[in-house]
């Protein structure tokens, strides 16, 4: 899930189930929105947390790409870059958290 607070105010907006094809439980963890305000970017962390233990741990490393809707009100998962570093015990390691966007050409 991810939710949407108000930029101006500060007021909690829509709750996005983020849940897709590519992901069952996603955890999202820094978020960017494109230039064009028509996509939103999400580093969805790993499984084995590498920054210690905590909540942020999810099914599916990578990025996740969302479209935004109605004035960012709503939003639909369109596609996940996945991401992965299998250690030799089969553990996988891979746990992005970070991401930036830029304008290009």
């Known amino acids: 899930m991810l939710q949407v607070y108000q930029g101006r105010n500060g007021q909690a907006g829509e709750t996005i189930n983020l849940r897709s094809p590519w992901a069952q439980a996603p955890a999202p963890d820094i978020v960017a929105q494109a230039p064009d305000g028509r996509a ?16 942020a741990t999810g099914d599916a490393p990578g990025l996740l790409v969302l479209e935004v809707r109605k004035d960012g009100r709503e939003g639909v998962v369109r596609g996940h870059v996945a991401v992965s570093n299998v250690l030799d015990n089969g553990r996988e390691q891979a746990d992005p958290h970070g991401l930036a966007v830029r304008r290009t050409g």
């Open 40 to 55: 939103v970017y999400a580093a969805t962390r790993g499984p084995s947390p590498l920054s210690g233990a905590h909540a």
